[in-house]
């Protein structure tokens, strides 16, 4: 059974950085493209970055792109996102999302993020 | 602000039809597929309808999704008690380069 599981959420100050990870299990992270969506606690879910197959290609919201940076490693069968400059409005629920809006579409539990001083 | 618009609450009885509407325009709805999401409090959101009307494996016919110009909708045939969630529509926004999704909207079977 294809399963991602997020790990790296915590408390941050203003500013600060932050690396979330998620590794993929029961499949390959190089067979689809794998994205990252966010959610506030009582909004709808937004969606973050995108990596496709063969990690050529990313792409970022317009809210993140600059501080944010989706990246990968295949050996370890791991997703990233870098977050950088974290503002408190980036404080989420991070999901990873294997093969997002598509049939084999897969969702972690997410990590929690909250930026405050 | 949302993108996409959805109306902000929908209800029935069991049994009855419902339908979720979302708006859009040119750069999104109009001009890419459309996507349908349900989301129970405390859980992943989980995909409907992808492609504008396909069902992923496993989700139930009374789920159906349709689409015209920049507008789409989502239709619960047989509401039952356990449709009650947010559903939110989701689309690629071809100005923005990027996913968006709608403003959600909250199901209740009375």
């Known amino acids: 059974e294809a399963k991602v599981v997020e790990s790296g959420g915590g408390l941050v100050q203003p500013g600060g950085p932050l690396r979330l990870s998620c590794e993929g299990t029961g499949f390959m992270l190089s067979n689809y493209w794998m994205h990252w969506v966010r959610q506030a606690p009582g909004k709808g879910p937004v969606w973050v970055a995108r990596?496709?197959?063969?990690?050529?290609?990313?792409d970022h919201a317009d809210s993140v792109r600059g501080r944010f940076t989706i990246s990968r490693d295949t050996a370890r069968n791991t997703l990233y996102l870098q977050l950088n400059s974290l503002r408190a409005e980036d404080s989420a629920l991070y999901y990873c999302?294997?093969?997002?809006?598509?049939?084999?579409?897969?969702w972690g539990q997410g990590t929690l993020v909250t930026v405050s001083s | 602000q949302s993108v996409l618009t959805q109306p902000p609450s929908a209800s029935g009885t069991p049994g009855q039809r419902v339908t979720i509407s979302c708006s859009g325009s040119y750069s999104n709805v109009g001009s890419d597929n459309v996507y349908w999401y349900q989301q129970v409090p405390g859980t992943a959101p989980k995909l409907l309808i992808y492609n504008d009307y396909r069902r992923p494996s496993g989700v139930p016919a009374r789920f159906s999704g349709s689409k015209s110009g920049s507008s789409a909708s989502l239709d619960i045939s047989g509401l039952q008690s356990e449709d009650a969630a947010d559903y939110y529509c989701a689309a690629w926004d071809a100005r923005l380069q990027g996913y968006v999704f709608g403003s959600g909207t909250t199901v209740d079977v009375l």
């Open positions: 999302v294997k093969d997002f809006v598509g049939p084999e579409e897969s």
């Open positions: 990596m496709n197959e063969d990690g050529r290609r990313t």
